[in-house]
């Protein structure tokens, strides 16, 4: 009795002394930073009925969430979302304050991930000018390659650029789709010549088998419940369809739809950007060395699906649907590679996104387009009759308004002055709830409410003279289609998930940002935080 006594014991402790070893692994394998362009929070559980048991549920269930994760800054954008999520601060700090805006330096737009010293490598020219140079902070796949003298790989990949290039941050490599060649592309800023996996990739010719398809509903068509009517006026129609319904026959569509850079509009884009994550893995050999590698994935296709059809369609939730069955897919791919517990997954989104202001309209909601080139005209018409004709407006843009500073001197007037009076001037408009002035950001300190989040996404060098916050529910675009940038919930409440080694299960209502995944992050594997750093780390996971 003994005997079977103190075998049972050794089984039992040996069993448990196996399953924290496995539970307590120096480091993940492999670390995969996922991002759904456009993803509100409530998806999660809008579309829940019909997701798989292994896809978003499984993240959900098996891992961490923070369910009152929220931006906290404006504007609200691609880029800036991007570059915030994997620095652990905000535009005030790392300089990308939006995905285009005026340089006063250069008296033009600049593109956040521009780099006019660099090519492409693949792809075409007009696609290749791209770099991370533009931000200003160090990410945290920066400082995971710093910590080993850059022994860990890291690899972005996206249909955009800027959603490759800045979760690869300074040190990693990037790889983007172009829409004029239909293929996976990088820059000389990260080397002289594509790998020979991604050439071999690209040879498969991957995006004209997805535009012979047809993107039909993935269930009955009158059992999306959970979106409105398929043909309505508040949709934008692609290119030779009469309305904004299903089905859409792709090899139909394509030519008159941007060709190969279609792909990006529909459910299909998802399933390239995996494909070519796939890839990559094998490529790369990633999470098979020693230490420590980084994969950053980021869907850009709910964007573009987003803008045109907007978050009560038909087309939006059957995205997130086929997205939900590729998440399932790649997990399991996951766990067949790693092992289930040595990989560590963190999914959030870089914005989320506003009602179409039409469809608001039509349900007697408080809503409304502003007309933008109306406003400057009338501002530019003010200034000219206060204080004298000259070119008072350089710019408008993302909701600042740019003055003529060059000008404003020679004619020695007081600029705080000017801003105050352009700032009242301006709060005449319908649709346009307040006007904070550069001279403000400046000078106080705001603790809450709409002013902190400007502040937070002011930057004194690139920012405007004037900034502009909307009313709830308006935009500055057409009848059709929608977008985001405001400081509005319905763009900044958006997931904060973490899944897998050293993960427990669970989740937390208590407000949270998403600066807080990169140091989350520094401190699950003991490296340092990124350089610009503002967030803090998600203690519920350490408890």
């Known amino acids: 009795m003994k005997i079977i006594s103190k075998f049972f014991l050794t089984f039992f402790l040996f069993v448990s002394l196996g399953a924290f070893a496995q539970q307590s692994a120096e480091k993940p394998k492999l670390i995969v930073g996922i991002i759904v362009d456009q993803m509100r929070q409530e998806y999660l559980y809008r579309f829940s009925d019909r997701y798989s048991e292994g896809g978003f549920k499984r993240l959900m269930k098996e891992g961490f969430m923070m ?15 991007h570059a915030s999520v994997y620095t652990g601060t905000t535009p005030a700090t790392h300089g990308i304050i939006a995905n285009n805006w005026y340089s006063k330096s250069l008296k033009r737009s600049v593109y956040c991930a521009e780099d006019t010293t660099v090519y492409n490598i693949g792809g075409t020219p007009r696609a290749g000018q791209i770099s991370p ?50 293929e996976f592309m990088t820059s000389s800023y990260y080397g002289d010549k594509l790998p020979n996996w991604v050439q071999k990739f690209n040879e498969q010719k991957q995006v004209q088998k997805y535009l012979q398809m047809t993107w039909e509903p993935l269930f009955p068509a009158n059992t999306y419940v959970n979106s409105i009517d398929d043909d309505n006026n508040f949709e934008q129609p692609f290119i030779g369809k009469d309305a904004p319904v299903f089905p859409y026959d792709l090899s139909k569509l394509n ?195 709409r002013a902190k989040l400007l502040q937070m996404g002011y930057n004194h060098k690139s920012s405007g003279d004037l900034l502009l916050i909307l009313e709830p529910g308006w935009l500055t675009g057409g009848p059709r289609g929608t977008s985001h940038g405001t400081g509005y919930t319905y763009d900044t409440h958006v997931p904060i998930l973490f899944y897998g080694w050293n993960v427990p299960a669970g989740s937390s209502t208590r407000y949270a940002t998403i600066t807080d995944i990169a140091p989350t992050l520094s401190m699950l594997l003991n490296i340092r935080l990124p350089n610009g750093a503002t967030g803090q780390p998600i203690h519920e996971i350490f408890e």
Do not use: C
Not at 67 to 81: D, F, L, R
Not at 282 to 301: I, N
Not at 365 to 393: K, P
């Open 133 to 182: 140079r533009n931000l200003l902070s160090t990410t945290i796949t920066d400082e995971l390659r710093l910590a080993n003298n850059k022994r860990s790989k890291v690899v972005g990949i996206a249909i955009k650029d800027r959603g490759a290039s800045m979760p690869a941050g300074h040190l990693g490599d990037a790889y983007w789709f172009d829409s004029e060649s239909g």
């Open 67 to 81: 369910k009152n994760g929220h931006y906290n800054y404006i504007p609200t954008y691609t880029g800036p979302g």
């Open 255 to 449: 030519e008159n739809n941007g060709g190969a850079g279609m792909i990006s509009s529909t459910p299909f884009g998802n399933s390239l950007t995996l494909d070519f994550a796939y890839a990559a893995i094998e490529g790369e050999k990633l999470g098979k060395a020693e230490e420590t590698d980084f994969l950053a994935v980021s869907f850009s296709s709910p964007d573009y699906i987003g803008h045109r059809f907007g978050p009560s369609s038909m087309e939006l939730e059957d995205n997130y649907l086929r997205l939900d069955r590729e998440m399932e897919k790649f997990l399991n791919f996951l766990d067949k590679e790693y092992g289930k517990g040595n990989y560590l997954i963190f999914l959030s989104a870089d914005h989320g996104v506003a009602e179409i202001a039409t469809h608001m309209e039509s349900e007697n909601i408080f809503a409304g387009n502003v007309n933008v080139g109306y406003i400057r005209s009338q501002l530019m018409g003010y200034s000219n009759y206060v204080y004298g004709e000259g070119d008072w407006i350089e710019n408008v843009s993302n909701d600042q308004v740019f003055l003529n500073h060059k000008l404003i001197q020679e004619k020695e007037i007081d600029l705080d002055d000017m801003q105050e009076d352009l700032a009242n001037f301006l709060l005449r408009f319908r649709g346009i709830k307040e006007v904070y002035t550069a001279h403000t950001m400046r000078s106080t300190e705001f603790g809450s409410g």
